[in-house]
């Protein structure tokens, strides 16, 4: 529907019109290498991250978007804190991929976090202030995937403590903690971990599951130095 100048008043139709002076157009912003003057939504292009959260705080999404000359052309969703985001995101991925960047603002994306960090990244990439504003052309078709590493999961950090008891390291970005080394002094001075991706990847290739398992533990910081190990989830 076009806009026309039936809503004007009298008073204002019959007023004589004065001519606008200055025509400079927009501000230009920075997107994939170059200063552009957006006035139409394919004029805009740019990768970035944005977070969002849901009404009552329990659980928040990370929201990864490659937007090519106004259309959303590849998504990543990461979810955390509750379990009905997950299949929120599943759906939220099939909506996003090949709308404008404005329809996506205005559609339901299923959960809050999600809408909410999709309205975050409409202002990152409507002001120039995406990932991408510096980088000549922009990211390939694949640049979200990216974020995930070689084992395709979220760099996911989980750590539990009590006043009493201290800390827990559950799984951080290297993988599933299986055991916390500590020294003298009862400190966390490395751990033990399995790379779930890996050990998953080897599994689907045919390696027995020990094999799959034993193959794909690592340690971090001095753990080899531990006095007293602990399993995390139980000690």
């Known amino acids: 529907m076009c806009c026309n100048d039936n809503y004007e008043l009298n008073e204002i139709k019959n007023?004589?019109?004065?001519?606008?002076?200055?025509k400079n157009g927009p501000a230009a912003i920075p997107e994939h290498g170059a200063w552009v003057k957006a006035t139409q939504i394919q004029d805009i292009s740019g990768l970035t991250h944005g977070?969002?959260?849901?009404?009552?705080?329990?659980?928040?999404?990370?929201?990864?978007?490659n937007v090519k000359c106004g259309i959303i052309k590849e998504a990543l969703i990461e979810t955390v804190g509750c379990s009905g985001m997950t299949h929120s995101a599943a759906m939220a991925a099939e909506i996003l991929c090949g709308k404008t960047i404005l329809e996506a603002l205005n559609s339901d994306l299923v959960c809050d976090a999600i809408n909410t960090a999709m309205r975050e990244l409409f202002l990152q990439i409507i002001y120039?202030?995406?990932?991408?504003?510096?980088?000549?052309?922009?990211?390939?078709?694949g640049a979200c995937r990216e974020?995930?590493?070689?084992?395709?999961?979220?760099?996911?950090?989980?750590?539990y403590s009590t006043?009493?008891?201290?800390?827990?390291?559950?799984?951080?970005?290297?993988?599933?903690?299986?055991?916390?080394?500590?020294?003298?002094?009862?400190?966390?001075?490395?751990?033990?971990?399995?790379?779930?991706?890996k050990m998953m990847d080897d599994i689907k290739n045919g390696v027995s599951h020990k094999e799959a398992f034993e193959n794909n533990i690592g340690t971090y910081g001095r753990?080899?130095?531990?006095?007293?190990?602990?399993?995390?989830?139980?000690?």
């Not at 290297?174 to 020294?183: F, R, S």
């Open 51 to 65: 977070i969002g959260w849901c009404a009552p705080q329990q659980g928040a999404c990370k929201l990864t978007i």
């Open 223 to 235: 753990f080899h130095e531990a006095v007293t190990q602990i399993d995390p989830r139980k000690e």
């Open 147 to 159: 974020d995930l590493g070689k084992s395709l999961r979220s760099q996911l950090g989980t750590i």
């Open 163 to 197: 006043e009493v008891k201290g800390v827990r390291y559950l799984e951080i970005a290297e993988g599933y903690i299986l055991k916390l080394g500590l020294d003298q002094q009862n400190e966390v001075i490395g751990y033990q971990f399995i790379n779930l991706g």
């Open 15 to 22: 007023m004589k019109k004065v001519e606008k002076g200055p």
């Open 128 to 141: 120039g202030r995406t990932q991408t504003a510096f980088s000549k052309g922009g990211l390939p078709i």
